[in-house]
């Protein structure tokens, strides 16, 4: 059973990038059963995935975020990481991580990451 836990800022200033951190336990984020992903949820929108990290460090993207979306990984510290370049107050969402295996996903709990100067 893998856990998931998102940190970084909680605010981010219009131009700027959001930088989060997702911390696994329970799997090892090179272990080839999972993907390990990023979705998030606008107020009052529904989730908008953003894109993956394979075991072997390969990504994909949503068409509609990949000029600004780059997701890489800390294999020593059991961690994957977004980044999201050149923000907009359109990117305040709630920013989840999650790992899929099979028909199987397991949530982080989510984070708040408010764009505003």
């Known amino acids: 059973q893998v856990q998931l836990q998102e940190s970084g800022p909680g605010l981010v200033k219009p131009s700027q990038t959001l930088s989060l951190t997702c911390t696994v336990s329970g799997g090892s984020i090179t272990n080839s059963n999972y993907a390990w992903n990023w979705i998030r949820q606008p107020p009052g929108k529904g989730l908008e995935w953003m894109g993956v990290?394979?075991?072997?460090?390969?990504?994909d993207y949503s068409p509609s975020l990949k000029s600004r979306t780059s997701i890489s990984r800390d294999t020593s510290k059991n961690q994957f990481s977004l980044q999201l370049r050149s923000v907009t107050p359109e990117d305040t969402a709630v920013y989840y991580c999650?790992?899929?295996?099979?028909?199987?996903?397991?949530w982080g709990q989510g984070t708040q990451v408010t764009v505003s100067s």
């Open positions: 999650y790992a899929r295996r099979g028909l199987y996903t397991y």
């Open positions: 990290i394979a075991a072997d460090g390969s990504t």
